[in-house]
């Protein structure tokens, strides 16, 4: 199984409203990402979770809040956002690797628009 | 943090042609050097990866050259086809299996 499945899909939701974000994978890798992709520009970093814990915060604002309950989730909670924070979330997983040279596998992606 | 630069932005062949993309990095210590091929509304896929102990990688009709002392790494597609056309991003590591993609070319293969 070298898949990452994340949902929804899609996602509409008001800029008072709370929804979250998941993704799995099941490849035993214990590195897994956060990225966000704007229309036409390349995925930038959010977050990245190793050993189930945050590694790196690319100082996202705080409406973000990831959390990794166990080593084959991924949550996003989304709380108060603003339009601009339309775009396709991607998760990503990875072994971890401490020498970096590691193969990402990507989730399909959410499509977010925040109205 | 590392610096990526790719070029060009748009690539324009005729099906058959060969296409070459260029990735420029600026992190020493970079050692993993990927290229990714996103489809339009679908995920990056990884096409083909290179280590910091080789120089060049071929699959079939891909190929990646590195060159750590220029830190640059290009992506070669032999005898393009349709199929081909997507758009294409660099994504070097920069520490910690962190990918910074490049802003990515946009390639169409013409029949």
């Known amino acids: 199984d070298t898949e990452v499945t994340q949902t929804p899909k899609h996602l509409v939701m008001g800029m008072t409203n709370k929804k979250s974000l998941k993704c799995e994978q099941h490849?035993?890798?214990?590195?897994m990402y956060w990225y966000k992709q704007k229309a036409k520009k390349p995925p930038e970093l959010m977050f990245v979770?190793?050993?189930?814990?945050?590694?790196i915060n690319e100082s996202v604002p705080s409406r973000f809040s990831p959390e990794c309950p166990n080593s084959s989730l991924l949550n996003l909670h989304l709380h108060a956002l603003q339009p601009e924070d339309s775009a396709l979330y991607l998760c990503?997983?990875?072994?971890?690797?401490?020498?970096?040279?590691?193969?990402?596998?990507f989730g399909q992606g959410t499509r977010l628009t925040v109205v | 943090g590392e610096n990526v630069e790719q070029h060009p932005s748009t690539l324009s062949v005729q099906e058959g042609d060969s296409a070459v993309i260029k990735c420029t990095y600026s992190d020493s210590a970079s050692n993993y050097f990927p290229w990714y091929k996103q489809e339009l509304g679908k995920r990056p896929q990884l096409i083909i990866d290179i280590r910091s102990n080789v120089g060049e990688k071929k699959d079939q009709r891909i190929a990646v050259t590195l060159n750590k002392t220029a830190k640059h790494f290009s992506l070669h597609i032999t005898e393009t086809q349709p199929e081909d056309s997507a758009v294409y991003f660099c994504a070097p590591n920069s520490g910690y299996s962190t990918l910074t993609f490049g802003k990515g070319t946009m390639l169409l293969v013409s029949p």
């Open positions: 990503a997983s990875s072994q971890h690797n401490p020498s970096g040279d590691t193969e990402a596998f």
């Open positions: 490849m035993g890798h214990r590195a």
């Open positions: 979770y190793s050993y189930e814990k945050l590694s």
